[in-house]
């Protein structure tokens, strides 16, 4: 079973930064297509960022020049660097993962989630 556990959400005015993690168990992290996704109350979870276990890197429009995704295979954990925070970006985070797979950018390609950690963007 393959889990996954986010940390590093928080309150951060707006023109902030803060980084996530997301520390994955299992010894095949590098096959895994990596993603990050948010949902805000009341709205369905969206595609942030996600990095495929090909190497590709892809990311929400949204978001693009200021979030910036990466992993650590040796440490199993992947990473969101998110900076020029607006109040937009307010959502819960989470951090997602499927065994070599090429489907990055919806929910349903993908088979473990972590438990998703809280960014609040004041204005």
């Known amino acids: 079973q393959v889990q996954l556990v986010e940390s590093g959400g928080g309150l951060v005015q707006a023109g902030g930064s803060l980084r996530l993690s997301c520390a994955v168990s299992?010894?095949?992290?590098?096959?895994?297509?990596m993603g990050w996704f948010r949902q805000a109350p009341g709205k369905s979870r969206l595609f942030v960022a996600a990095m495929t276990w090909s190497g590709g890197i892809y990311y929400a429009d949204s978001v693009k020049g200021r979030f910036t995704i990466s992993r650590d295979n040796a440490k199993n954990t992947v990473y969101l660097q998110m900076n020029s925070l607006e109040p937009e970006d307010t959502a819960v985070y989470s951090c997602?993962?499927?065994?070599?797979?090429?489907?990055?950018?919806?929910?349903?390609?993908?088979?473990?989630w972590g438990q998703g950690t809280q960014v609040t963007v004041s204005s």
């Open positions: 299992g010894r095949t992290f590098s096959s895994y297509t």
């Open positions: 997602a993962a499927r065994y070599m797979s090429n489907i990055y950018y919806s929910p349903s390609g993908y088979t473990y």
